[in-house]
């Protein structure tokens, strides 16, 4: 018999053999000691020694997206404090350190026993958003040229608020790629919240209601001033 084959199982036979008396001592601590030393060439644990886990996201006991669960897992503490340093990380670097949470929730793998309980990726969601952008987008440059025709032929001033909804109306590529980014990171966070959490409710509604909300003040602030100006010409 192989009593190096599997170092956990072959301890728990030299221990019964010490203890009824079939193995000495010193047969016993030079076995042992070659079993480690073979273990050791493997890269295996040290027989009776617990591996320490391997890094990685914890869905079980994850606040948002696992990775601080994970750490605090490997580390062998609890995950508050990591939370907590983050959350401190957050405020000294202006919320850049985002990023780096972005970056190990995309590298670390779940937790083998817990990969069939990951919810995905929200794609419902991020369609949602995405859709809400695009007619957003639609809204503000039909009133913006709208507003830009009417007031330019009747050669008064636009209102404050007409002038905003003409620059955002005149947006340039980089704006419109830090909106996709935005939204992506958003739908990103959004897929991480645990699926019975109030928070995902909330982050939903308060993006959905904003992306509505800005698309009604634009399009009722359009169409006051189109009023304003029909008062004044007549």
Known sequence: MDMTANPSTSLDQLDAML???????????????????????????EPGVPARPTLRKSWSNRQLGGVCAGLGEWMGIEARPIRVGFILALLLTGGSAILVYLVLYSVLPWKE??????????????????????VLQC??????????????????????SSRVAIEL???????????????????????????????????????????????????????????????KIR
């Open 139 to 160: 809204v503000i440059h039909f009133w913006a040229s709208k507003l830009a025709h009417l007031f330019s032929h009747s050669g008064m001033r636009l209102p404050y």
């Open 113 to 134: 026993t817990e990969r069939d309980q990951v919810t995905r990726f929200s794609f419902r969601f991020a369609g949602t958003i995405f859709g809400l952008w695009l």
């Open 19 to 45: 203890a009824s008396g079939t193995l000495s001592k010193d047969d016993y601590e030079t076995l042992s000691a070659a079993m480690a030393a073979k273990a050791a060439k493997r890269g295996e644990p």
């Open 169 to 231: 109306g005149q947006q340039n590529w980089v704006g419109i790629a830090l909106q996709v980014c935005v939204l992506t990171v958003i739908a990103i966070v959004y897929s991480m919240i645990p699926v019975t959490s109030p928070l995902r409710r909330f982050v939903a509604g308060a993006v959905c209601g904003a992306l509505i909300l800005i698309m009604l003040v634009f399009v009722l602030g359009s169409i006051s001033a189109i009023y304003t100006l029909g008062v």
